[in-house]
């Protein structure tokens, strides 16, 4: 069974920062891509940022220029740094992994996200 262990979510102003952390097994780690989906109230779940094995990323277009998604190779941890946040990025964050781009073979526990004043 595939285990993430997610942390860094939390209450933030707009405008604050946030990392995301996920730490998954070494195999997942270097076999899939990674990624962070969120799902916000009323609303499906969307990739917002993903990474495969070599390096390569993607965006979604809302969070272009404010996220950054990075991997700690030594430690198999992905990495969401969350800039600028806006109250529409309020959302539950999963981590994931699988196969690019779509990285959705694989699912964490989720955690919250409020960007409110």
């Known amino acids: 069974q595939v285990q993430f262990v997610e942390s860094g979510g939390g209450l933030v102003q707009p405008g604050g920062s946030l990392r995301l952390s996920c730490a998954a097994s070494e195999s997942m780690y270097r076999l899939y891509a990674m990624g962070w989906y969120r799902q916000a109230p009323g609303k499906q779940r969307e990739l917002v940022a993903g990474?495969?094995?070599?390096?390569?990323?993607m965006y979604h277009d809302s969070v272009k220029g404010r996220f950054t998604i990075s991997g700690n190779n030594a430690k198999n941890i992905v990495y969401l740094q969350m800039d600028s946040l806006k109250p529409e990025d309020t959302a539950v964050y999963y981590c994931t992994a699988g196969k690019f781009p779509r990285v959705a073979d694989y699912w964490g526990q989720g955690t919250q996200v409020i960007v409110s004043s």
């Open positions: 990474v495969t094995p070599s390096g390569s990323t």
